[in-house]
């Protein structure tokens, strides 16, 4: 048998046998994968497979990548590869519901007309550079579409939720109904003090384009069956009837997103007697505390490391206005779709949200201060002199605080006998989904939007901040089902070289000050040998001394040129160190520890072999010494 298998003969069996094993796994377990990367990268989740469940038409999703215009662009035909492999999961999951086709848009082709149609965006590789397009469109039997317009890298891990978000909204495409309730003037009104029209808040018009948007009355004692999603901002002393028509609204499965205010500024406050009240605050207190949540009462966060720079100088520097706050991404949940993505919100005398201790439902932060800020009274708001003083006379501890957050899971009622007139209303609800900001401020045109002037010379509002993207994200997350909104981030596709990162910055922290230093010292080099020069514009006319000191700072400039070539050249020395020690593993160490075991396999063979045959030797002698006797 063993020089059949080492014959040529065997060896080409074997590639025979080889060869139908692979064809007969392909065609009999083409369904069959196995994904062993650990977030599942490359599988869906149940809220998807219900989605795709619940379709009920074909799909077609036409995926627009520019394959061979994007030779060049290593990480993004990377991160396409992986998204057109998620499109077949779906494609394979959907039973025949999605059909699925791969298009590579070649300039100046039909192709590159449609995805335009679609309305995708390209991204330009620069002047005489294709265009490159990445996105995806989906249509329906009566050809609605919806597209993802480019596939982001950085939001990689929102990758299923946006692709599931968009099968869900082309299946049903009526928009959403909005219900708004507010106190402040974000509709547009009358200014009594200016006697002038005052226009609804951008935000507010971008709003009536996404959803059927509903106006309710701060005294509306019922919330419209037809409300998809309820957003309250600055609800200010709202009656008890009022407060149990938005407790049964989130009772009956109903989604909310509240701003409370502990300070609002928009908030221009009503007159009692001709004065003004200086009451601003807004709270949701008796439902809060029975979804297991609290406003720190009378609280302004303020933050000296995320503060807000006054456009107005004083000695020549911006002044910082803590208690005006820009959040960062590091500060947001990157795995929340609605800050997912986001890299700065601006919030202004924010409040503060903690959970109740005991609660039933889940607590998840969106969006933080810095471990910097404190919580100051915001009895002395009233006027900038007053804001100096409350913070200089508080010396108060340091700490991180919830300024967002998501409420999810089982609550009661905050009206457990109901109210007069009405005691047969909903008692608890197993699942409610609401989101609480401790801002209103936030809304308001001049948190987000500035009116710049393009070359034309007209002006158009521009965003500096991602307020609206944030109210966007989060309603558009809570309008939909529960199976959308199930779904969360999946994690990185990347896989960060972690030493590598912890080496470059230790490289960074060490020659950083040497560097400045460097440089420094070459600026005082380069200031004396101009003083020299300039004091005569012909190089002759200077005295031996003179030359002699230009050549000495010439030769010294020279030397400092050297020296911060070899600090940049060390920068990266331990990273090609550790490059090289990779290789060596990898090309040497691997085969070596490889050759060792099977050094190491042989020689137990060998000595299994050697004893065995020891053993039969000394059996044959024991045996022929019986016979012999």
């Known amino acids: 048998m063993k020089r059949i298998l080492y014959s040529g003969t065997g060896l080409l069996l074997i590639a025979l046998l080889f060869l139908a094993f692979n064809m007969s796994t392909g065609l009999l377990l083409t369904g069959a994968r196995l994904d062993l990367t650990q ?56 039973g025949g519901k999605i059909r699925l086709h791969v298009v590579d848009p070649l300039p100046f082709s039909d192709q590159e007309d449609k995805a335009s149609e679609f309305g995708l965006q390209a991204l330009p590789l620069g002047q005489g550079g294709a265009p490159v397009y990445f996105g995806l469109a989906a249509t329906d039997a009566e050809n609605h579409a919806r597209v993802i317009e480019f596939f982001a890298p950085d939001q990689e891990e929102l990758l299923e939720y946006d692709i599931s978000r968009l099968l869900q909204t082309l299946a049903n495409p009526k928009r959403p109904t909005l219900g708004l309730l507010t106190s402040l003037p974000a509709n547009g009104g009358f200014d009594v003090r200016t006697q002038q029209k005052t226009e609804p808040w951008m935000l507010v018009q971008e709003l009536r384009r996404e959803f059927d948007l509903q106006s309710l009355k701060p005294d509306t004692q019922d919330i ?11 609800p200010k002393k709202l009656s008890q009837p009022t407060l149990y028509a938005i407790d049964q609204f989130v009772l009956r499965g109903g989604k ?7 300070y609002s500024e928009q908030d221009s406050g009503a007159e009692y007697f001709g004065i003004q009240s200086k009451d601003k605050a807004s709270d949701l207190e008796p439902l809060f505390k029975a979804w297991g949540i609290r406003l720190q009462p009378g609280k302004v966060v303020g933050d000296s490391l995320y503060a807000l720079f006054d456009s107005s100088e004083e000695d020549g520097r911006p002044q910082p206005r803590p208690f005006s706050v820009g959040v960062p991404e590091a500060a947001l949940s990157d795995e929340d779709p609605s800050t997912a993505g986001l890299e700065f919100i601006a919030l202004s005398t924010a409040g503060i949200i903690e959970p109740v201790a005991g609660a039933s439902s889940r607590f998840t932060p969106l969006m933080y201060s810095s471990d910097s800020a404190k919580a100051f009274d915001a009895d002395g708001f009233d006027k900038p002199a007053d804001r100096q003083q409350t913070q200089r006379n508080q010396e108060l501890p340091s700490q991180r605080y919830v300024l967002a957050a998501r409420v999810q899971g089982p609550v009661q009622s905050a009206f457990a006998e109901g109210i007069e007139g009405r005691k047969d209303g909903l008692k608890q609800a197993e699942q409610v989904n609401l989101v609480v900001v401790a801002d209103s401020d936030l809304l308001s045109d001049r948190m987000w939007l500035e009116i710049r002037q ?29 199976t959308l909104n199930s779904l969360r981030s999946r994690g990185p596709y990347s896989r960060p070289f972690v030493v590598v990162d912890q080496l470059r910055r230790q490289a ?116 022929a010494g019986n016979q012999a006797g």
């Open 508 to 623: 960074e922290a060490n020659f950083t000050a040497k560097r400045f230093a460097l440089e420094e010292r070459l600026e005082e080099t380069e200031a004396k040998l101009q003083e020299l020069q300039g004091a005569s514009t012909d190089a002759q006319k200077l005295n031996p001394e003179q030359q002699a000191a230009v050549r000495q700072f010439m030769q010294e400039k020279n030397r400092i040129r050297k020296e911060l070539r070899e600090v940049q050249y060390q920068l990266n020395a331990d990273i090609d160190d550790l490059g090289r020690r990779l290789k060596i593993v990898n090309i040497a160490l691997v085969p070596v520890l490889l050759s060792l075991c099977m050094l190491l396999v042989w020689s137990l063979r060998y000595l299994r072999r050697k004893s065995a045959v020891a053993r039969r030797r000394a059996a044959a002698v024991e045996a």
């Open 256 to 262: 909310l997103l509240a701003f409370v205010d502990p």
């Open 39 to 94: 977030n599942k990268l490359y599988s869906i989740s149940a809220g998807t497979r219900q989605i795709l469940a619940e379709l009920k038409q074909p799909l077609d999703l036409y995926f627009y990548f520019s394959d061979s215009g994007s030779k060049e662009l290593v990480p993004l035909r990377g991160y396409a590869m992986r998204v057109q492999e998620l499109l077949k999961v779906y494609e394979r999951e959907a």
């Open 224 to 234: 419209p069956q037809d409300v998809d999603v309820l957003m309250l901002v600055h």
């Open 454 to 482: 393009d070359a034309s010379g007209r002006q158009s509002p521009q965003p500096w901040s991602d307020n609206m993207s944030f109210v966007l994200n989060t309603l558009d997350n809570l309008a939909g089902s529960d």
